[in-house]
């Protein structure tokens, strides 16, 4: 009787197998991590982007709901309506949300500044204030390099400061206002936007709204 040899895979052979299988797994891996990485930098940088959209979006909306409300500040003193310089504002906004119906004024005094290279948004509980009123501050989660504002007078100059040194009146507004933000990672962008001076009183809830006797307002037209 003949016995056939079975028919298999010699030592070698399984080696060159395992080698090569390993090769192209190894290859594999690389393809699948580079492609984690780049979804995952793709999707911080969609962040990013939505959370300066966001930030840029607010700080506009403030700009157009501003309203010629002057505040009293910690000591008593009449502040502005618009307190400006260079790199900070703080104004008096209206459509300040109260879904509840609470009794309190539908105004809202917030500001803006750079601090540690980030943007932020601060927020006072009241309008006049006591003398331990802080903002409550939120981080627009935008890393900036610079924050820059200019105001525009009715006789057509840019300031670097509101109110004008010569200005009387604190309900006074500028006609517009101009933003420049030097985001870190998307670079500068900049706007203007021009003020609402028509608001009515009601709407604004100027009249009644806050216990006290605010700062004399006037209306421009």
Not at 47 to 66: G, I, N, S, W, Y
Not at 87 to 108: C, D, K, M, W, Y
Request: net charge neutral; aromatic share 6%; glycine share 6%.
């Amino acid at each position: 009787m003949v016995h056939r040899a079975r028919a298999g895979f010699s030592l070698v052979e399984l080696l060159v197998a395992i080698t090569v299988f390993a090769t192209m797994a190894a290859l594999a891996y690389g393809g699948l991590n580079s492609i984690a990485r780049t979804r995952t930098e793709l999707g911080r940088q969609e962040d990013q982007f939505r959370d300066l959209m966001r930030a840029v979006e607010t700080l506009k909306r403030d700009l157009v709901e501003c309203v010629a409300r002057p505040v009293r500040g910690a000591n008593g003193q009449a502040l502005p309506a618009i307190l400006g310089a260079a790199n900070h504002i703080e104004l008096t906004r209206v459509g300040f949300a109260n879904p509840q119906a609470e009794q309190r004024s539908n105004l809202e005094r917030v500001l803006y500044e750079i601090d540690s290279n980030t943007l932020k948004r601060g927020r006072y509980a009241v309008l006049d204030r006591a003398q331990d009123s802080q903002p409550a501050m939120s981080d627009m989660h935008v890393k900036a390099d610079d924050f820059r504002l200019r105001y525009l007078t009715r006789d057509g100059q840019w300031l670097e400061v509101w109110p004008p040194p010569q200005a009387t009146d604190a309900a006074q507004l500028p006609i517009a206002v101009q933003w420049n933000l030097r985001s870190t990672e998307y670079g500068e962008l900049e706007g203007v936007v021009e003020l609402v001076h028509g608001w009515p009183l009601t709407a604004a809830n100027v009249l009644g709204a806050n216990p006290g006797t605010p700062p004399p307002i006037t209306t421009k037209p």
